[in-house]
């Protein structure tokens, strides 16, 4: 198991990564976090009661119309098997209708804030947050505009944390 800290201006979470089911995603996130591609990114769609989804280079630019639209030129197979439970950390990913095997976003993640089951079997989940999901809750709960993109950024910077073990 590996960790990541996701630092932000409301706080500080703490993830767990799932390197035996997930670790093509693990591996993933944790190269991505270790080159500093995270550093600057957003939460660029933050739903109550549902999810908070950030990672997109896109999103350290000020045109809001383009977050959620980037990442890196690679995807990552599927690894399906985890809950979307609330706390579980995810990989997004293009609809099925042009991604049938369902490979993931090479950068984009969301963290559910509630269980959300009906997401089983879809996605593949590669982490799960072990401190901070008052943050996460804090960052669900923000004022956001029509695309449900937070009023004013939610920045990150993402650390990875040396095994022990």
């Given at each position: 198991?590996?960790?990541?800290?996701?630092?932000?201006?409301?706080?500080?979470?703490?993830?767990?990564?799932?390197?035996?089911?997930?670790?093509?995603?693990?591996?993933?996130?944790?190269?991505?976090?270790?080159?500093?591609?995270?550093?600057?990114?957003?939460?660029?769609?933050?739903?109550?009661?549902?999810?908070?989804?950030?990672g997109?280079p896109?999103?350290?630019?000020?045109?809001?119309?383009?977050?959620?639209?980037?990442?890196?030129?690679?995807?990552?197979?599927?690894?399906?098997?985890?809950?979307?439970?609330?706390?579980?950390?995810?990989?997004?990913?293009?609809?099925?209708?042009?991604?049938?095997k369902?490979?993931?976003?090479?950068?984009?993640?969301?963290?559910?804030?509630?269980?959300?089951?009906?997401?089983?079997?879809?996605?593949?989940?590669?982490?799960?947050?072990?401190?901070?999901?008052?943050?996460?809750?804090?960052?669900?709960?923000?004022?956001?505009?029509?695309?449900?993109?937070?009023?004013?950024?939610?920045?990150?910077?993402?650390?990875?944390?040396?095994?022990?073990?």
């Amino acid at each position: 198991m590996s960790t990541v800290k996701i630092e932000t201006s409301l706080g500080t979470l703490t993830i767990r990564l799932n390197t035996e089911s997930a670790p093509l995603h693990s591996a993933n996130f944790i190269k991505l976090a270790s080159e500093g591609y995270f550093n600057g990114t957003t939460f660029h769609r933050v739903i109550p009661g549902f999810m908070i989804q950030g990672g997109d280079p896109n999103s350290k630019t000020e045109d809001r119309f383009t977050h959620g639209l980037g990442g890196p030129s690679h995807t990552i197979p599927a690894e399906i098997g985890l809950k979307n439970k609330r706390g579980s950390v995810a990989a997004a990913r293009k609809g099925d209708a042009v991604n049938p095997k369902r490979e993931s976003s090479g950068s984009q993640f969301y963290i559910n804030v509630a269980d959300n089951g009906f997401l089983d079997g879809q996605y593949s989940v590669f982490g799960e947050v072990t401190e901070g999901m008052d943050v996460a809750d804090k960052i669900a709960a923000v004022a956001r505009d029509q695309r449900d993109n937070p009023a004013e950024r939610i920045e990150m910077k993402v650390l990875v944390s040396e095994d022990k073990g």
